[in-house]
């Protein structure tokens, strides 16, 4: 057994650990282990003794009928023997107060239970994981049950987080849990002062209301509290925020202050600058340590999309230090991807890890200062991106292991071969540091701020586009809400350097065949980078000869000194940020929601499952044929010949318009509709002039003429005075 050997070997190598503790045989729940380390009881709590820790059998019970928090250790863990305490400590306060909802928290021992621990991929310890019930259609319990999480790395083992994130989970999956009591507190001005001064040890989330003390108490005949008549869903919006609370617990506090009790708080914080002034508002404040303290939350009132917006935040400013394995933990990374489609959980978690890599023995706190920009631009993405600081020097040297066994993985064609290019890996992943490092999930290409000089680490805005250019899944499901950020207004064309995002038709109830259309589109996806990557580095190359090769005839000829510095100088400019693509897929089935969505033209209906489309980031061109003018497919060697044939700019892909009615005889008028009314305008005008030029031309054409065709009488013959 995998993990009992692991414990085994752990033992072996620490034979004079913890005073022997493989020989007296004490595991942390026994009862001498909960004497000698908790103490003696000094409250109810700590008379409760624990339940006996779970085997196979009775773990697969419990968890099937109940939500569970259970703990997996090893008695020979020092840290889960520390640990230990606090475990007990917090099933006492548990017991008290949920002892009347449908809750555990057990524990289960992974020297004697190897086979449960390696089933349910336990790798360290102790490991606190949350299960809870699979039900069938009709919400009755099918005997089984799942992983639905696990406790916060960020946030400390103690009782009092163990507690809260007890009571945040029975609020999420207990249907019980409407009728729990708000967690939200009524806050006055000195709560408010600390923590607009970050004077706070935890962070709050707080929500303002143009509403009084009075107003929120009262409650009328219907039993519904009274809001100002301009804020018609301010009940449905304090119901909201009131479940919200209990759901954030572990993570955040979280308050509500009365604006017209205190009208300068809110004056003074700006809250309806941008928004209408009824309107709750909320802002999340951050610890003063953490860097820079206000986040004002913006997105839709929806507790699953404020409550992953906390948790983002919350996660992200702990700049949790990281090692190689670590990120292992924290993501779905490899240094290696199979020549086989893989079994993957939908919908897909596409995380994206930022690391703040730096070097332990010459980072200062001037480089750390950019880490508060990095969060605050990475709190604005849409995606699953997560922020850690990295010091272990392996994380750079898988990053070149991850180079040499990309080849491997895009040499799937036999016809086509490719090569290890050890000059273009060093040109696209040589930095010093510090720098950020950025890795996806299953992905074998690493981004990497290139940091050549103390300065490029201060330049805040430059990673501030790096980071938004950096924050895309490597492959990631494209849904109605995430539209607006793989696609950008066409006022910022100039940002997006010709990107493009490849769109596949996938049907996510049949997961096999999703699983064989992900591994296709990521066989394109690598490949494409490499190739994108080689064509900018040899240019690169080619240019760097002929500056050479300008020098030496600079030189030949004897020409100033100056002049062949100033040739000398001439900057090669490095563009593998050109030309990127991001890669996504449509789930068919639910792809009608798309037709509500503002300024999306594309209709999915055109389109079947195993289908593709390459659509320009700014929404104005695509392409779904290929070089021969046939269907474009959801295959590696098609979408490729079209991808290198727009970063060759041949031509030889017939170019559509999005939107544009146009086509066959009429395909030029694309051009003009690409305009928009401008392009109309234009067309109407020149469409006049022609027709106003055509017409006097007719005229002057039908005039009555002369005998040698000349119409304003010169030489007809003069009348004489006689006549």
């Not at 607006?484 to 493009?500: I, M, P, R, T, W």
């Amino acid at each position: 057994m995998k993990l009992l050997g692991l414990s085994l070997l752990y033992l072996t190598a620490g034979t004079v650990l913890a005073n022997n503790v493989h020989l007296d045989k004490r595991s942390p729940d026994s009862p001498e282990a909960a004497k000698d380390e908790a103490g003696a009881a000094g409250t109810p709590q700590d008379n409760i003794e624990l339940p006996q820790t779970m085997g196979t059998e009775e773990f697969d019970s419990v968890t099937s009928q109940k939500l569970t928090l259970v703990e997996f250790y090893s008695p020979y863990c020092h840290h889960c023997k520390s640990f230990f305490p606090t475990w007990k400590k917090a099933y006492g306060m548990y017991k008290s107060k949920f002892a009347n909802t449908n809750t555990d928290m057990r524990q289960v021992n992974c020297v004697e239970s190897g086979d449960l621990c390696e089933r349910e991929q336990i790798e360290f310890y102790p490991n606190i994981l949350l299960y809870a019930p699979i039900l069938d259609k009709d919400g009755k319990s099918t005997g089984k049950s799942k992983n639905i999480g696990s406790f916060p790395r960020t946030l400390e083992k103690t009782e009092a987080n163990l507690i809260s994130y007890i009571q945040e989970s029975i609020a999420d999956y207990d249907p019980t849990s409407s009728s729990m009591p708000s967690a939200s507190k009524e806050m006055n001005v000195d709560e408010m002062l600390k923590a607009i001064s970050g004077e706070i040890t935890k962070p709050i989330f707080i929500s303002f209301w143009q509403a009084n003390k009075k107003q929120w108490d009262s409650v009328d005949l219907g039993g519904k509290l009274r809001f100002s008549d301009d804020c018609v869903d301010c009940l449905h919006i304090k119901q909201l925020w009131d479940r919200l609370s209990n759901k954030i617990v572990s993570l955040a506090d979280s308050g509500h202050l009365l604006c017209q009790d205190y009208p300068k708080v809110c004056e003074r914080l700006e809250l309806n600058k941008n928004s209408k002034p009824s309107r709750p508002k909320f802002v999340m404040f951050l610890p003063k340590d953490k860097g820079t303290i206000r986040f004002d939350y913006d997105g839709p009132l929806e507790i699953n999309k404020m409550r992953w917006w906390v948790n983002k935040l919350f996660v992200n400013s702990a700049y949790e230090v990281v090692s190689a394995r670590g990120i292992t933990e924290v993501m779905e990374f490899t240094k290696v991807l199979r020549h086989e489609p893989f079994a993957q959980n939908y919908p897909l978690k596409s995380k994206v890890t930022v690391v703040f890599f730096f070097d332990v023995d010459n980072v200062t706190p001037e480089d750390e200062a950019v880490l508060p920009y990095m969060l605050r631009t990475l709190q604005k993405s849409p995606f699953n991106v997560q922020l850690y600081k990295g010091k272990h020097k392996r994380i750079l040297e898988n990053v070149q292991t991850m180079g040499e066994n990309l080849i491997d993985y895009i040499n799937y064609d036999e016809s086509e071969k490719y090569e290890y290019n050890e000059g273009m890996q060093i040109a696209t992943s040589i930095t010093q540091v510090p720098t950020i490092v950025v890795l996806k999930d299953n992905c074998l290409i690493p981004e990497i701020y290139q940091n050549f000089a103390l300065e490029q680490m201060r330049k805040y805005d430059e990673i501030e586009k790096f980071l938004e250019r950096a924050q895309y899944p490597f492959i990631g499901e494209l849904t109605p809400e995430l539209v607006s950020a793989y696609f950008v207004n066409q006022d910022h064309v100039d940002d997006v350097q010709d990107a493009k995002v490849v769109i596949i038709f996938v049907d996510l109830d049949k997961l096999k065949e999703t699983d064989e259309a992900l591994y296709k589109l990521s066989l394109v996806a690598h490949e494409y980078n490499f190739l994108k990557k080689s064509y900018y580095f040899n240019q690169i190359l080619e240019q760097r000869a002929s500056k050479e090769a300008e020098v030496e005839k600079l030189r030949a000829k004897n020409e100033e000194t100056l002049t062949i510095m100033t040739a000398m100088r001439k900057k090669v400019p490095h563009l593998f940020n050109n030309d990127d693509v991001v890669f996504t897929f449509i789930n068919k089935p639910k792809s009608k929601n798309f037709r509500y969505v503002s300024g999306w033209k594309i209709n999915p209906n055109d389109y079947e499952v195993g289908d593709a489309i390459v659509v320009t980031k700014d929404h104005r061109y695509y392409w779904d044929t290929d070089l021969n003018n046939n269907k474009l497919k959801n295959e590696p060697k098609q979408i490729k010949s079209v991808l290198m044939s727009l970063l060759h700019k041949d031509n030889k892909v017939e170019k559509k318009f999005v939107g544009s009615p146009y086509g066959g005889l009429l395909y030029s008028m694309n051009y003009v509709h690409d305009c928009g009314i401008w392009g109309y305008l234009a067309l109407v005008v020149v469409v006049y002039a022609l027709v106003s030029i055509s017409m006097r031309l007719r005229r002057h054409r039908n005039k009555p003429r002369g005998i040698i065709g000349v119409n304003n009488g010169a030489f007809l013959p003069k009348k004489s005075n006689k006549d």
